[in-house]
Antibody, heavy 126, light 109 residues
Framework: QVQLVQSGAEVKKPGASVKVSCKAS????????INWVRQAPGQGPEWMGW????????GYAQKFQGRVTMTTDPSMTTAYMHLSSLTSEDTAVYYC???????????????????WGQGTLVSVSS | EIVLTQSPGTLSLSPGERATLSCRAS???????LAWYQQKPGQAPRLVIY???RRPNGISDRFSGSGSGTDFTLTISRLEPEDSAVYYC??????????FGQGTKVEIK
């Protein structure tokens, strides 16, 4: 079965960086984009960006441009999200999600995140 | 950026009743790109509807989606206690960023 397993909780100081991992299994890793979504306490989800594990292409929400880097290691079927210059406003649960199957017919494509990791709490506090 | 506005903020209903949740977009969203998620406390969101009206495998047929253009609806028929959750709509594919609504909380009395 499809599984996305994320790394454990992190506590960071303001100004620091964090790197969250997302280990995928149960499907062909390079066939689906990996998306990252975060959710601040008591708030709705916020989409951060996507990465294509096959060719390394990325797309980031403008809000995070310059601070976020998404990478993958296809040999380890693992995706990573690196966020720098942390502030208290970055305190949130960070999720990875599996995006649509690339190359599938348009009418059959699931334009959504059909599987999610369990989430990684990142706390930023001095 | 497409803004998705969900209403109502909270729905409080009894088991067996029907829940009707609304998601309104600030600009036209293709039906293919409108998804709904269910999120229970302490859990990741779970996809319940994609393509505005399609159910993923394993999702109960009590969940149905409809709508087009800027107005979309998630309907949960014959409510059960396990349906208690926050529900989010998302546009995924129309334009980046792939925004979410602020959520509707469904409470089962």
């Amino acid at each position: 079965q499809v599984q996305l397993v994320q790394s454990g909780a992190e506590v960071k100081k303001p100004g620091a960086s964090v790197k969250v991992s997302c280990k995928a299994s149960g499907y062909t890793f390079t066939s689906h984009d990996i998306n990252w979504v975060r959710q601040a306490p008591g708030q709705g989800p916020e989409w951060m960006g996507w990465m294509n594990p096959k060719d390394g292409n990325t797309g980031y929400a403008q809000k995070f441009q310059g601070r976020v880097t998404m990478t993958t290691d296809p040999s380890m079927t693992t995706a990573y999200m690196h966020l720098s210059s942390l502030t208290s406003e970055d305190t949130a649960v960070y999720y990875c999600g599996r995006g649509p199957l690339r190359g599938s017919p348009y009418d059959e494509t699931v334009f959504a995140l059909d599987h999610w990791g369990q989430g990684t709490l990142v706390s930023v506090s001095s | 950026e497409i803004v998705l506005t969900q209403s109502p903020g909270t729905l409080s209903l009894s088991p067996g009743e029907r829940a009707t949740l609304s998601c309104r977009a600030s600009q036209t969203v293709s039906n293919s790109y409108l998804a709904w998620y269910q999120q229970k406390p302490g859990q990741a969101p779970r996809l319940v509807i994609y393509g505005a009206s399609r159910r993923p495998n394993g999702i109960s047929d009590r969940f149905s989606g409809s709508g087009s253009g800027t107005d979309f609806t998630l309907t949960i028929s014959r409510l059960e206690p396990e349906d208690s959750a926050v529900y989010y709509c998302q546009q995924f594919g129309n334009s980046r960023p792939y925004t979410f609504g602020q959520g509707t909380k469904v409470e089962i009395k």
